[in-house]
């Protein structure tokens, strides 16, 4: 076989299995929850934490997980009072 059959046979090969990598990733995110439900639900979470397992909590994450968790809060917070703004994520 000559060298650039062996080359065009190789990219071939790789563009398909990207095609396949791009339609399972695209697959998964019809099949994601809407970012609402997620608000909630994390910021549901959130709230039911004691303030000895929020502690715990902070000493498996980072810095910026923690950021995170405090933003979901915040939104959950914002939502709850009925408070129109943009979330911003």
């Known amino acids: ?4 059959a062996t080359v065009q046979r ?5 563009c398909k299995r990207a095609e396949s990598n791009v339609g399972e990733l695209r ?3 019809r099949n994601l929850p809407d970012r609402r ?12 934490l ?9 000493t498996f994450v980072t810095d910026a997980q923690a950021r995170l968790v405090a933003k979901f809060k915040g939104i ?3 939502i709850a009072l009925g408070r129109d703004r943009s ?3």
Not at 37 to 48: N, R, Y
């Open 50 to 58: 004691s303030a000895p397992e929020s502690r715990l909590l902070r």
């Open 76 to 78: 959950a917070l914002e």
């Open 87 to 89: 979330l911003g994520l």
């Open 10 to 14: 190789a990219a071939g090969i790789a």
């Open 27 to 29: 697959e998964a995110g």
């Open 1 to 4: 076989m000559r060298p650039e």
């Open 37 to 48: 439900v997620l608000q909630s639900t994390i910021g549901e979470l959130a709230s039911t």
